[in-house]
C-alpha cells in the first residue's frame, strides 16, 4: 500500500484578503468579504450542475502559504487568548500534518467556469481542492456543542476619519469595517500604540486598537494586486 497520496487544485480563490493577517479567522464572520472560485481548465461546465440549488457551499482548500514541515501537534488558539494549548485536532489551525481546510460560504452565483461567494475566509490565490453543497437537515446539528470557541466573538467598535469616508466608497467602507471588528490581531498583542496594516480590497489599510476600539488611520490604494472584489 502506497501510503503517499497526491492531490490537483480544481481552481483558485479570487478574495478580497491579499495577505493571512487580516484574513478572518472563520468564515462567516465577514459577510461583505465576497469572493471566486475560478475552475481550472481541466474542470468541465457540467460539474456544477445543480448547484444553483444549494444556498451554501463547503470549501476544501489548502493552507498552501503554511510550509508543508510545518506541522504542529499542540498550538495555542487565539480564542484562549493564545496562553494555552490545545491538540491541533481540537482546532481550526493551519498548522495541520495535511495542510487541509473547510470554509462554509454563501453561493451567489455559478457560472460555468467560476463561482462568485460570500462570507470568504480564505486569502487570493488559495488552493481549492473539492467543492461539496451544504445539507442543512445532516449538518445543522441542534444542540451541538462548541467546546471552548462556543460563543462568536465579540465585535470591536471601528471608527472612521472624515479623510477615510471621503477615500473609499461605502461598500468598501463595511468591508473594512466588518473585518477590522473582530479583531484581527494576535492574541497576545495588547499595545494601543502600535500601528496595524492590512491588505484589504486591493488598499493597504492602516489602523489602532485605542482603548477597546479599532480606529483606521489611513488608506493606499496598490497599484496592483491584493486581491478583489
Given amino acids: 500500500m502506497?501510503?503517499?497520496?497526491?492531490?490537483?487544485?480544481?481552481g483558485r480563490v479570487e478574495s478580497c484578503f491579499g495577505e493571512k493577517f487580516g484574513t478572518p479567522r472563520q468564515s462567516g464572520l465577514v459577510p461583505e468579504a465576497r469572493g471566486r472560485i475560478v475552475f481550472s481548465k481541466e474542470v468541465p461546465a457540467g460539474a456544477c450542475r445543480g448547484l444553483e440549488e444549494f444556498s451554501h457551499i463547503w470549501i476544501v482548500f489548502l493552507f498552501d502559504q503554511v510550509e508543508e514541515t510545518d506541522t504542529r501537534w499542540l498550538v495555542r488558539p487565539p480564542r484562549l487568548g493564545g496562553n494555552e494549548k490545545k491538540g491541533v485536532f481540537a482546532t481550526r489551525s493551519p498548522f495541520r500534518p495535511n495542510r487541509i481546510g473547510l470554509s462554509l460560504v454563501t453561493l451567489n452565483a455559478v457560472h460555468d467556469d467560476a463561482?462568485?461567494?460570500?462570507?470568504?475566509?480564505?486569502?487570493d490565490g488559495t488552493a481549492v481542492l473539492d467543492?461539496?453543497?451544504?445539507?442543512?437537515?445532516?449538518?445543522?446539528?441542534?444542540?451541538?456543542?462548541?467546546?471552548?470557541a462556543k460563543e462568536a466573538p465579540v465585535l470591536l467598535e471601528v471608527r472612521f476619519s472624515d479623510e477615510i469616508r471621503s477615500e473609499v466608497s461605502d461598500d468598501q467602507m463595511v468591508l473594512i469595517r466588518q473585518i477590522l471588528a473582530v479583531d484581527?490581531?494576535?492574541?497576545?498583542?495588547?499595545?494601543?500604540?502600535?500601528?496595524?496594516?492590512?491588505?484589504?480590497d486591493g488598499?493597504?489599510?492602516k489602523w489602532q486598537v485605542r482603548e477597546g476600539r479599532v480606529v483606521v488611520l489611513s488608506q493606499e490604494s496598490l497599484p496592483s494586486g491584493g486581491g478583489m472584489r
Fill in 203 to 205: 488598499r493597504n489599510v
Fill in 115 to 123: 463561482l462568485e461567494v460570500g462570507g470568504l475566509d480564505l486569502v
Fill in 2 to 10: 502506497n501510503d503517499e497520496i497526491s492531490m490537483k487544485p480544481i
Fill in 184 to 200: 484581527p490581531r494576535p492574541a497576545y498583542h495588547d499595545d494601543d500604540e502600535r500601528i496595524y496594516g492590512c491588505l484589504i
Fill in 131 to 148: 467543492l461539496k453543497p451544504y445539507l442543512p437537515y445532516a449538518e445543522a446539528i441542534p444542540g451541538a456543542t462548541g467546546g471552548f
